[in-house]
């Protein structure tokens, strides 16, 4: 049985590698002329982990990352909201880490250069499956499901990867709603992040430092400190977006979404790739090598979309609570903050990372018909 996988990012390249090993014949197709990963650091929390080892590179991946032992919230001077030690950290690590790992060995054939556009394009393609993972902007869910569209959150955000120690990682919330986050990635690299309302910044990346410089200046250790050792070439600077609604997540009978394709969401809750990561594992083990595909996608559907849907909803919404900009509801967030009990939050950010390959639920009519006799 052959599969095709549009777009050959995270999502895409743990599915090509899900499918792989239930014995799929496998084809990625890449738009851009390589498979080189941009952006910065990145957030597997536990749920992200069992699906990665479940795919055979969770050892890969804690070996190239670093994890978050302590933190929480604070006000920018320091004040502590809160203080969130998780049983289970999450490993952070840099984007193009994780993606050299999904790609080495992987059990597919990639072809960059290749751009699927419209639903003559997808129908076209020859394959018993076809599996949408083309971010955010994805041709293959805008051929079926036009209704979906791209929700502007009204911020913007900064990240980088850059050389420096940290005692722990957290997150920090100021005036007029700025937001600043970070966390090691690995001995001698932080992962940052900043947050901000408005529209993204036209200027030069030098200009943008120079903002978030102006912006942050007064904050706690260790923000002006990461601030001061990044350079202008090592910032992403993009707009915070989501989709709204979330999309269906698959169309026929040979056609399926994976990752921001179906339900991009705002970074907030640190989930997008990790429920990408969910998406591929619980599609594979729905899809064993002989599988009724349309029956299988149906089940897909029904367990996969009600659970991103809640993520995507609660990620939007700390968001908002989160960038609040005036002065008087700032200071209400923060001693919202401060006043709600750790053992609530970290019960909270549990219960998201809860989910395991073994929640997956296969029902007869997916298995094999050799495996139903």
């Known amino acids: 049985m052959r599969a095709i996988v549009v777009g050959g990012g995270i999502g895409g390249l743990a599915t090509a590698r899900g499918l792989g090993r239930q014995g799929w014949d496998v084809t990625v197709l890449e738009r851009r002329p390589d498979l080189s990963q941009v952006g910065a650091g990145i957030s597997l929390w536990p749920n992200a982990m069992r699906a990665l080892h479940h795919l055979g590179v969770g050892d890969a991946v804690e070996r190239a990352g670093g994890r978050i032992h302590g933190g929480g919230l604070r006000a920018w001077d320091g004040r502590p909201l809160s203080r969130v030690r998780l049983p289970e950290p999450p490993v952070v690590l840099h984007r193009a880490d994780l993606h050299e790992i999904l790609l080495d060995r992987l059990p597919a054939t990639v072809h960059t250069g290749h751009h699927v556009t419209g639903v003559a394009g997808v129908e076209a393609l020859d394959a018993d499956l076809i599996v949408g993972a083309d971010g ?33 990682g957290g997150e920090t919330i100021g005036p007029k709603g700025w937001r600043f986050g970070y966390a090691p990635t690995g001995p001698g690299t932080v992962y940052w992040y900043a947050a901000a309302p408005g529209p993204p910044r036209a200027g030069a990346p030098a200009e943008q430092l120079a903002e978030l410089t102006g912006a942050l200046a007064g904050w706690h250790d260790p923000i002006p400190r990461l601030l001061a050792a990044t350079a202008p070439g090592q910032l ?88 609040a900009r005036g002065r008087l509801t700032g200071a209400m967030v923060r001693t919202l903050f401060r006043l709600t009990p750790d053992r609530v939050t970290v019960a909270a950010a549990e219960r998201v990372a809860a989910w395991t390959p073994d929640d997956v639920r296969i029902p007869a009519a997916v298995r094999p018909a050799a495996a139903r006799r």
């Open 136 to 168: 955010i902007g994805s041709a293959v869910r805008a051929a079926y499901a036009p209704q979906v569209r791209i929700r502007d959150s009204g911020q913007v955000s900064w990240r980088a990867v850059v050389r420096g120690d940290v005692d722990g």
């Open 236 to 323: 992403s600077h993009h707009p915070l977006l989501d989709l709204h609604p979330v999309a269906p997540m698959r169309f026929g009978t040979r056609v399926a979404l994976v990752g921001d394709a179906a339900h991009a969401m705002t970074p907030n809750l640190g989930q997008g790739a990790c429920q990408a990561l969910e998406d591929a594992v619980t599609l594979a083990l729905l899809l064993p090598k002989g599988a009724p595909v349309s029956v299988a996608l149906e089940v897909y559907d029904q367990q996969r979309r009600p659970r991103v849907a809640a993520v995507a909803r609660r990620s939007w919404q700390v968001g908002r609570l989160a960038g």
